[in-house]
């Protein structure tokens, strides 16, 4: 028992030393907050058609305070769907529809992988440790991963793919926001899959 604990430990230690990307996630954060992002913002119906498509030098998007729900005491009840975006120093409210924005950098490799998957994989493992090594490389150096993304009822919309893939929760419902190769993916009101690439291989 005391062997396994002494691995764990090493695999941490190696993992922390080899790169943060919570850490450069906040930093992305808070250059957001301060100067915006260069990104790509486009809204999609339930068939995974373009609403609409926007693109800035200066965006930063959060929850709208204004719309979630607070307990007496001032305690978030339930966090805001409402997303609040400045463009340039102009404001654009959304809520309701997918929503997915990226930094300029990254690609939209949809059509190399808009195709069904079948994965099938027998390999044993010991699921706690896996689980473990697979969560401390997530919140340090990451890992190769393609995320498949889908309208609210199910139809394929973009994908991405990287090396270094991280995702973390957001102030916003229903939002998850990642760092694919070091460049932000937002990704709001939608279904995915974030599949290690290997698995698919």
């Known amino acids: 028992m005391k062997r396994y604990k002494y691995l764990i430990v090493l695999v941490a230690i190696s993992l922390l030393l080899s790169g943060c990307n919570l850490l450069e996630y906040d930093f992305g954060k808070m250059q957001e907050a301060l100067q915006g992002r ?4 486009q809204t999609y119906d339930e068939d995974s058609q373009i609403i609409d498509k926007v693109e800035g030098e200066s965006v ?3 929850a709208d305070s204004n719309f979630k729900i607070t307990d007496s005491e001032g305690s978030t009840v339930e966090k805001s769907s409402v997303l609040n975006m400045t463009v340039g120093g102009n404001e654009v409210l959304h809520v309701g529809s997918s929503l997915i924005l990226h930094q300029k950098e990254l690609e939209n490799v949809f059509e ?12 044993r493992s010991v699921p706690f440790v896996n689980r473990m090594v697979n969560d401390m490389k997530n919140m340090t150096t990451g890992k190769s991963k393609i995320i498949l993304i889908r309208s609210q009822s199910g139809q394929p919309l973009a994908t991405f ?13 229903k939002s998850t926001g990642l760092l694919v190769d070091g460049h932000y993916l937002f990704i709001y009101r939608c279904d995915y899959t974030i ?3 290997a698995l698919l291989e």
């Open 60 to 62: 930063s998007i959060n």
């Open 112 to 123: 190399d992988y808009a195709r069904k998957v079948d994965v099938e994989n027998f390999d």
């Open 161 to 173: 793919a990287g090396d270094d893939v991280s995702y973390f929760s957001t102030d916003i419902d």
């Open 38 to 41: 260069e990104v790509v913002v």
């Open 195 to 197: 599949y290690d690439t």
